[in-house]
C-alpha cells in the first residue's frame, strides 16, 4: 500500500512455549481506523508493542511513518500516542499532573486542560490516580497517549472496563481524532465498537491472520446475513442440518449449532420440521443478525472472546 503509515512484513516473535506472532502480514493507510480482532492469546498485543517500538521482533520489517525503529526512535516516540492494555501510573500524582507530566515529554500538544476536557476528567482534575475507577484509569491512559498530538493512536483494548457512556465518549474521541487526520490502531474484543470504528479490520488467530478487509467484507464471508443457533435433545447430524435448504452453512458452537441462513422466515420452519422429523425435541433456538464474531466461529470453531 503506497499511503500505508503502518505496515509489516513477515513479523515473527517466538516464546519457548508459543509463536505469539508467526509471520504477519499488514497494512495501515493514513487517516484510517484499522483494528486487530482475536481471542486472548491470539498475538494482538505482541503485535502492536512490536509496532509500537516496545518489543523486539524476532523476524520481518516493521515501517511507522516510513521510518524503522532502528534508525529512528526518538522522532517516532513524537509522533506516536500509545494507550497499553494495562498503563501503570502514578498513584500519588493528581489526574492534572498526570497528565502534564506526559505532555512535557513532548516539543508540542495541546493544553493538558483540554485533553482531560475530551476524556471526561474534568471532574477529577485534583484526585490522585490511586483513588480513581478502573474506567477513569483507562481514560487517563487515553488522555496521555494523546497530549503529545500524535499523528498515530495505538489503543490495545482501550473500552475495556468503561460503562456504556463512557465507552461512547471514548468513540467520539477517537472520530475527533480522524478527522484532524489521524491514524488509528486499535485492538479489541468489543464487536460493536470494531464494526462502528473500524474501516479495515485483520482477524489473528495463533499468531496468523486468517482473515482482512472491511468489516462489511467480512461479515459477507459467511455467504449470509443472518444466523439461527439452537440446541436440540438428542442433537442432530450435521450432514442433516446442511442438507435444509435455506442453510448456507453451520458451524458448532459450544454445545449448539449455527446456522448461516438468508431467509429466517423460511429456515425457522423448515428447522423445526427436520427437528420433528428427527423424533427431537427444541431445547433453544434464538436468531440475529451476522456479526463478525459468527465469523470467527465459522472459522475457527471458537469465540473472540474465549481466553
Not at 215 to 223: F, N, R
Request: with cysteine.
Amino acid at each position: 500500500m503506497e499511503n500505508a503509515v503502518i505496515s509489516c512484513r513477515g513479523l515473527k516473535k517466538y516464546y519457548p512455549d508459543v509463536k505469539a506472532v508467526d509471520g504477519l502480514d499488514l497494512s495501515v493507510a493514513a487517516n484510517e481506523c484499522f483494528g486487530l480482532l482475536g481471542p486472548n492469546g491470539a498475538g494482538k498485543t505482541t503485535t502492536i508493542e512490536i509496532l509500537e517500538g516496545l518489543t523486539i521482533p524476532d523476524g520481518g520489517d516493521v515501517e511507522i511513518l516510513g521510518m524503522t525503529w532502528r534508525s529512528h526512535e526518538r522522532d517516532l516516540r513524537e509522533r506516536i500516542g500509545i494507550s497499553l492494555q494495562e498503563t501503570q501510573l502514578h498513584e500519588k500524582l493528581t489526574v492534572y499532573e498526570t497528565v502534564r507530566l506526559f505532555r512535557s515529554f513532548y516539543r508540542a500538544g495541546p493544553d493538558p486542560e483540554s485533553v482531560m476536557h475530551d476524556l471526561s476528567l474534568d471532574e477529577k482534575r485534583d484526585s490522585r490516580v490511586g483513588k480513581l475507577s478502573g474506567g477513569q484509569k483507562q481514560r487517563l491512559a487515553v488522555a496521555c497517549a494523546l497530549v503529545g498530538d500524535p499523528d498515530i493512536l495505538f489503543l490495545d483494548e482501550p473500552t475495556t472496563g468503561l460503562d456504556p457512556q463512557s465507552r461512547l465518549q471514548l468513540w467520539e474521541v477517537v472520530a475527533r481524532f480522524r478527522k484532524k487526520g489521524g491514524t488509528v490502531l486499535l485492538t479489541t474484543h468489543n464487536m460493536e465498537e470494531a464494526e462502528r470504528l473500524c474501516d479495515h479490520i485483520a482477524i489473528v488467530d495463533h499468531g496468523h491472520l486468517i482473515a482482512l478487509g472491511t468489516p462489511k467484507e467480512l461479515i459477507a464471508k459467511l455467504e449470509a446475513p443472518n444466523i439461527i443457533e439452537f440446541t436440540s435433545e438428542p442433537p442432530l447430524p450435521p450432514e442433516a442440518i446442511l442438507a435444509l435448504p435455506a442453510c448456507h452453512g453451520c458451524s458448532p458452537h459450544g454445545n449448539a449449532w449455527q446456522l448461516r441462513v438468508d431467509s429466517l422466515a423460511e429456515a425457522v420452519p423448515q428447522l423445526i420440521d427436520l427437528v420433528e422429523k428427527h423424533g427431537a425435541k427444541l431445547v433453544s433456538l434464538s436468531t440475529h443478525a451476522a456479526t463478525l464474531e459468527d465469523l470467527f466461529v465459522s472459522l475457527t470453531g471458537r469465540e473472540l472472546r474465549d481466553v
